[in-house]
């Protein structure tokens, strides 16, 4: 029976309660890093307790689990490697992603069951590179960020193995990540973990002593975020096997916001039924705080599309709370708080595979069932009659 083409969403999680977030809300698998050998060394990451809980829970709910082991290793980095490969194997994880050939040949000799995807960190962009990862024993290709959509249908044509593409977040300015600017400026490395971000600082240029963009404020090396909502369509059409969103330092509420709404895009799509962009890209900009391009997605990219010179952060305070629990009884919705509201306070509740619906908040409780007016501590447990019942995990949002 010929397998029906339906492409894998792969979220990132920074930690646990944000991966169940992740796969409630409709990732096919997860990506997260241990407390070793990853290249996000802010996250919160997960000791291997947790990882062995993330893979229980990933896979009752039909979902996966990839660890990154993307590390650029010097020899000092490759201490409890062996031991770390056997122990996430035994754990049941599914998938490691990995930059360093080392690392592929180890996890192969050492006979782990788990898939070998190759990571953006190693620029993947050639039918020739490809076929050195698969007779080294990987079973997908992360490909280069730096690929058009013709590019990558030319490499789809060459090769059998899977290819996943990045379509949603944080960009680098160098090639897929290999930059040695925060190393030089803050001996922070950023491929073994350690990245400053230092492409979004502001820059001058000066010539002996002299600024030369007098005329013109500082600006950035940075890149902006990707989108490539309006591309999925050609994506799904070209039968990539896996699209992946970044952020594993992202916010829940974010987590929530992109996966939700690419579930949908992209099951829309699948099913004949794809709504104006405009709706999909609504869902998304609830979470973004910067701007976005598609990246060398578009092969016509200039300058102006792609990097971004001026402050384009946009902080919001919308994410009002998550539900923790539900009583149908007395139709309060038990949540945890994460910004301020009030009675009376125009909201709309987000909930897994479901449309928006708004309300108001009716009645605010604390945490000792005491009646107040206005929540005003982040993170306090609160309690709002609601008009509706809603489900475990659903967001809470400013209208």
């Not at 309660?17 to 992740?22: D, G, V």
């Not at 058009?148 to 977040?169: Q, R």
């Not at 995990?393 to 209208?399: D, F, P, Q, T």
Request: glycine fraction near 6%.
């Amino acid at each position: 029976m010929q397998k029906i083409y339906k492409p894998e969403l792969l979220a990132p999680a920074g930690d646990l309660e944000k991966l169940k977030i992740a796969i409630i809300y409709g990732a096919d698998a997860v990506f997260i890093g241990g407390k070793k050998f990853s290249l996000r060394a802010k996250a919160s990451n997960f000791e291997l307790e947790d990882i062995k809980e993330a893979v229980i829970f990933a896979h009752e709910n039909n979902s996966r689990v990839h660890i990154t082991v993307n590390v650029y290793p010097h020899s000092e980095d490759l201490e409890g490697l062996d031991e770390y490969l056997l122990e996430l194997d035994k754990i049941n994880v599914d998938a490691i992603i990995v930059s360093s050939p080392y690392i592929v040949k180890r996890a192969r000799e050492l006979g782990c069951k788990f898939e070998i995807h190759i990571s953006t960190q190693q620029s993947t962009a050639n039918y020739e590179a490809m076929t050195f990862w698969e007779n080294l024993g990987a079973n997908r290709i992360v490909l280069a960020r730096e690929l058009s959509i013709n590019d990558i249908e030319k490499l789809k044509g060459e090769t059998t193995l899977p290819l996943e593409v990045f379509i949603h977040g944080g960009l680098c300015s160098s090639f897929s990540g290999r930059c040695t600017l925060s190393n030089n400026m803050t001996l922070r490395d950023a491929n073994r973990g350690g990245c400053a971000h230092s492409c979004r600082w502001f820059y001058d240029i000066y010539e002996d002593n002299k600024r030369l963009n007098n005329d013109k404020e500082s600006f950035r090396l940075g890149s902006k975020d990707l989108c490539a909502a309006t591309m999925i369509d050609k994506l799904i059409d070209l039968k990539v096997d896996s699209f992946k969103i970044e952020g594993r330092m992202k916010s829940l509420h974010y987590i929530a916001c992109v996966v939700q709404a690419y579930r949908k895009l992209i099951d829309d799509y699948l099913d004949g039924k794809l709504k104006d962009s405009s709706y999909y890209l609504n869902m998304l900009f609830r979470a973004e705080n910067r701007a976005t391009t598609k990246g060398f997605l578009n092969k016509d990219i200039t300058h102006e599309d792609g990097l971004f010179e001026i402050e384009s952060e946009q902080p919001s305070q919308d994410f009002l709370g998550i539900v923790i629990d539900y009583d149908n009884q007395e139709k309060l919705a038990k949540i945890q708080q994460r910004n301020h509201f009030k009675t009376g306070e125009k909201i709309s509740v987000m909930q897994p595979f479901l449309e928006d619906v708004n309300m108001s908040v009716l009645e605010i409780y604390d945490e000792y069932m005491n009646k107040i007016e206005i929540a005003n501590h982040a993170m306090d447990i609160l309690y709002i009659k609601t008009e509706f019942p809603i489900k475990k995990y659903g967001i809470i949002r400013r209208r």
